[in-house]
């Protein structure tokens, strides 16, 4: 899979995929986006309705910007949180390291949390501080078995349009079977089919105001 480095609006990197003809974030702000969807309507809203730690399974680690984000967020509210990260096409770190996210976000003092967000172990819980743990697992959704149960799921995969096996039925049960009750699922797509997919499941869902260049996102509760 061939990935370009590419500067979103907000002057953060994202990657453009050539052979999909799509990009990891929105281009309007990789690091807006990311805090809009994942940190103010999903971590803030788990972490104000639970007593810690929050558990967190995102789908598409990526290029580690929400995972790092959530890492910054622990240390701002002092609060333990155990990342659980699924990523099937984990990338090289020579591109890694041309990413800019320490620069945009001023945290030079925890680069190296940065990348040790990739470079660590698969399938090892590690701690990459005091209130921060991640636990990266390499496959696919459709392969891979919880053994556990998450307050808060990232869904970062790509848009249904490139992806559509990422958005199905089948999918988003095993994703309301991995949450706690109560637990809720963030994602920057509200596009109706996958609101009414998520309905169907027994997701109470929300759609909310979205980061810049979006309408709206969605939040979905496990009711």
């Given at each position: 899979?061939?990935?370009?480095?590419?500067?979103?609006?907000?002057?953060?990197?994202?990657?453009?995929?050539?052979d999909?003809?799509?990009?990891?974030?929105?281009k309007?702000?990789?690091?807006?986006?990311?805090?809009?969807?994942?940190?103010?309507?999903?971590?803030?809203?788990?972490?104000?309705?639970?007593?810690?730690?929050i558990?967190?399974?995102?789908?598409?680690?990526?290029?580690?910007?929400?995972?790092?984000?959530?890492?910054?967020?622990?240390?701002?509210?002092?609060?333990?949180?155990?990342?659980?990260?699924?990523?099937?096409?984990?990338?090289?770190?020579?591109?890694?390291?041309e990413?800019?996210?320490?620069?945009?976000?001023?945290?030079?003092?925890?680069?190296?949390?940065?990348?040790?967000?990739h470079?660590?172990?698969?399938?090892?819980?590690?701690?990459l501080s005091?209130?921060?743990?991640?636990?990266?697992?390499?496959?696919?959704?459709?392969?891979?078995?919880?053994?556990?149960?998450?307050?808060?799921?990232?869904?970062?995969?790509?848009?249904?349009?490139?992806?559509?096996?990422?958005?199905?039925?089948?999918?988003?049960?095993?994703?309301?079977?991995?949450?706690?009750?109560?637990?809720?699922?963030?994602?920057?797509?509200?596009?109706?089919?996958?609101?009414?997919?998520l309905?169907?499941v027994?997701?109470?869902?929300?759609?909310?105001?979205?980061?810049?260049?979006?309408?709206?996102?969605?939040?979905?509760?496990?009711t």
């Amino acid at each position: 899979m061939q990935r370009t480095l590419i500067k979103t609006e907000d002057g953060s990197h994202s990657l453009y995929v050539n052979d999909l003809d799509e990009q990891y974030h929105s281009k309007h702000g990789a690091i807006q986006e990311g805090k809009h969807v994942f940190i103010e309507a999903g971590l803030k809203h788990v972490a104000s309705h639970n007593n810690s730690p929050i558990r967190i399974l995102e789908i598409g680690l990526g290029t580690g910007l929400n995972a790092f984000l959530t890492l910054i967020e622990s240390e701002k509210l002092n609060l333990p949180i155990h990342y659980t990260a699924l990523e099937a096409f984990p990338l090289e770190l020579d591109l890694i390291t041309e990413l800019n996210y320490v620069e945009c976000l001023n945290e030079e003092r925890i680069k190296n949390k940065f990348i040790q967000i990739h470079s660590s172990d698969w399938e090892k819980e590690i701690s990459l501080s005091e209130l921060f743990c991640i636990h990266k697992i390499k496959g696919t959704l459709q392969e891979v078995q919880f053994d556990e149960t998450y307050h808060l799921i990232y869904f970062d995969a790509f848009g249904p349009a490139v992806q559509p096996e990422m958005w199905t039925e089948e999918i988003f049960n095993k994703l309301y079977s991995a949450l706690k009750p109560n637990g809720c699922l963030v994602t920057y797509c509200a596009k109706g089919e996958v609101k009414r997919t998520l309905k169907k499941v027994g997701f109470t869902v929300a759609a909310l105001p979205g980061p810049p260049g979006k309408r709206e996102m969605v939040r979905a509760i496990k009711t």
